[in-house]
Structures are given as C-alpha cells and as structure tokens.
C-alpha cells in the first residue's frame, strides 16, 4: 500500500467515509491510477480511462507511485 501523504496531486476527502486518496479535484481513486498503469499509457489514462486527471497528473502519480515503491512495476 502506497502512503499517498506526501504526493500533491492526490488528496482526502474530509468526512468522506471511504477514506481513499483521490486526485485533487476529482473522484478518481489514486490507486485506481497506479493499477492501470501496467496496461495503459499517462495519454491514454488521462483521455480513455480518467478523463479531467490529465496527462500530466496522471505522470506524477505514477511517479510518485514507483518512488515510493521498488516493487511497483516501470
């Protein structure tokens, strides 16, 4: 499990019951990002999967994703 705490681009919602880290601004689960990572593209997660995450977010993400783990896959 990532410890998203430190990543801007992601956040908690306060109150919200689910206590799963989305990306700032939006509805999307982070690590819903990093598993789809594997098969897809920062282009095409931002455009087919998440629209509105963007290319950009959606490389940071990721980024952050693998230098937080050694065992995320590159």
């Known amino acids: 499990m990532i410890d998203w705490s430190n990543c801007p681009d992601v956040e908690l919602i306060p109150g919200d019951e689910s206590v799963q880290w989305t990306v700032v601004g939006t509805n999307i689960l982070a690590d819903g990002v990093i ?32 230098s937080y783990s050694a065992h995320f896959p590159r």
């Open 35 to 66: 598993m789809n990572a594997d098969d897809c593209t920062p282009e095409e997660l931002a455009t087919t999967l998440f629209p509105g995450l963007g290319i950009e977010r959606a490389q940071h993400i990721i980024a952050y994703a693998r």
